[in-house]
């Protein structure tokens, strides 16, 4: 009687232990799918963030440039030259302004302008290479590739070509900018950016500028930014329009269509598409499986993909998948003792509820955006945040903290335009840096600059302090003159404090909560407030 009790207790344990098997085994099979797919599904976000990112970076490459040659193209002495072509004096003052103006554009390929004809009046690199001043950029050519040239000795114009550039300016109009993408330029054999703006005499098409900028710059910035995971990974960029490649790791491929069916029906996807998107997909070359992860940039009808091995990108989720069959073998081991399994189940949580958080807060890290305003070339705020965290608050070294404050800025450009109020904006950076160095001026809003400037061996005194605010202030106050005789009087509010403890991002709060209660800032009459 005794032993079937035990017989049919030993029956009773090995069935709740078989159910126990069956529920873990269940349940580590559940884990581990879910958070392999978790893991995949991050590291997809995590090269996204990157493809983004980056393709943030080559909008404001793109911007930046467009932004020059527009400034370029407004100069007077271009303009005046093309209303006197046949002048010299205007061409040599044209050719000054834009030496000068080449010599302050970075990575700078060329910078020139052109009468309607593509005959080329004034050149960067006109110093260097005198007979690039008269050549025609678009001229014909005969059916052995040769220069045509008329009985002078001049270079003959391709009408169809020539058209074909100036229909663009025109379509571009006063405000636009012709944006042929990145190509390799026939001049220097590198890549570069290329761009043409017309110059208009009212309604009229009066000439052009141009402008190539080496895209070495741009992939320096590119390379520098960490690749945390995808180490291996490469990038490329097509145009939708004629589905061709404009950046490719493989130089030689710049200008052939992609080799991936994939990239190619995307390239058919936004070709009519205004809005930007991204995405993924992934395909196989060389016996090798790759992932893709894209951005579509519909101002320029660019897309940049980011590719790596799903070996590497994907390295986690193997390595997650065989933790989790190492942990599900050891639980499936210890079943016979619950106490056991529990305990290894809680670990087992803790574990992912760490992983998962850990990947989500290495997600939100690589979203953070460029730490440069666009416009000014100032640090933003988040710069400025960054720089206020690494600060050692047990230095007992003070900070002083300047905020200007451009008063009624709506109305400046509500009244004289948004290029106005823009170069309002750029000026008074330009103006501080005078004063500050440029690492420590922030654009914090609007219409707004923070100033940060940390004592060394007690300098700069407040004396010292306020004497670089009151001629900033000075500088800042100037009168702007318009194009049209006109002129823009700015007027500031101005806040100054002066801290040593507990120094964190609220500063930029005190600061505006003080200069809005101060009314306008005059000459001599700005006091520190110590904090």
């Given at each position: ?24 085994l ?24 990157i ?5 943030a ?15 370029y ?98 379509t ?33 098409l ?12 741009l992939i ?39 080799e ?6 995307l ?33 320029y ?9 799903t ?18 073998f ?45 416009l ?65 001026i ?32 000075r ?6 003159k ?50």
């Amino acid at each position: 009687m005794a032993s079937n009790k035990k017989a049919k207790s030993m029956s009773t344990l090995n069935i709740v232990l078989i159910i126990q098997l069956i529920i873990m085994l269940g349940l580590s099979i559940f884990i581990t799918l879910t958070v392999s797919d978790k893991t995949k599904q991050n590291a997809i976000d995590h090269m996204k963030a990157i493809t983004d990112e980056r393709a943030a970076i080559i909008e404001s490459f793109v911007q930046n440039a467009e932004k020059t040659l527009t400034y370029y193209s407004k100069g007077k002495e271009i303009v005046d030259m093309f209303k006197n072509p046949t002048k010299p004096e205007y061409k040599a003052a044209a050719q000054a302004y834009t030496e000068a103006f080449g010599k302050e554009i970075e990575y700078n390929e060329g910078l020139w302008s052109g009468l309607l004809t593509t005959e080329v009046m004034t050149h960067s690199s006109a110093p260097q290479n005198p007979k690039v001043i008269g050549m025609v950029t678009r001229s014909k050519r005969d059916a052995d590739g040769n220069v045509v040239t008329d009985e002078n000795g001049k270079q003959v114009p391709d009408d169809a070509r020539v058209n074909q550039l100036l229909d663009a300016l025109k379509t571009a109009g006063p405000n636009g900018v012709y944006n042929t993408g990145i190509i390799i330029s026939p001049a220097s054999q590198k890549q570069c950016l290329s761009l043409y703006k017309g110059v208009f005499d009212g309604d009229n098409l009066i000439g052009f500028v141009g402008l190539g900028i080496f895209t070495e710059g741009l992939i320096d910035t590119l390379d520098k930014i960490p690749l945390s995971g995808i180490e291996n990974s490469f990038y490329n960029m097509v145009n939708v329009k004629d589905k061709t490649y404009i950046f490719n790791v493989d130089s030689a491929k710049i200008g052939s269509e992609p080799e991936h069916k994939e990239l190619v029906d995307l390239c058919d996807k936004y070709a009519e598409r205004t809005d930007a998107d991204n995405g993924d997909f992934e395909y196989s070359q060389d016996s090798k499986s790759y992932v893709s992860i894209y951005s579509y940039m519909p101002q320029y009808g660019w897309i940049l993909t980011i590719d790596d091995e799903t070996s590497e990108v994907f390295s986690l989720m193997r390595t997650m998948i065989i933790y989790l069959s190492i942990f599900a073998f050891i639980i499936l081991c210890l079943t016979v003792v619950f106490y056991f399994i529990t305990k290894r189940q809680q670990k087992i949580n803790e574990k992912l509820v760490s992983t998962i958080a850990k990947a989500n807060r290495t997600k939100k890290s690589l979203n953070t955006a460029m730490f440069k305003d666009v416009l000014t070339g100032a640090n933003n705020r988040i710069s400025l945040s960054m720089d206020i965290d690494k600060i050692d608050q047990n230095s007992g070294e003070p900070y002083f903290f300047a905020m200007f404050n451009i008063i009624n800025f709506s109305e400046i450009n509500s009244q004289y335009g948004n290029d106005s109020g823009d170069r309002i904006l750029v000026r008074a950076v330009e103006d501080m840096k005078e004063f500050f160095e440029e690492e420590q001026i922030y654009r914090t809003g609007s219409d707004k600059f923070v100033v940060a400037v940390k004592t060394q061996d007690g300098m700069p005194l407040n004396e010292g302090m306020l004497e670089k605010v009151n001629n900033a202030l000075r500088q800042m106050s100037v009168p702007e003159k318009l194009e049209d005789g006109r002129s823009i009087y700015p007027k500031y509010r101005v806040a100054v404090i002066k801290k040593t403890r507990g120094i964190d991002l609220s500063v930029v709060t005190v600061l505006k909560d003080m200069s809005a209660k101060s009314g306008e800032a005059s000459y001599g009459m700005i006091d520190i407030r110590e904090m």
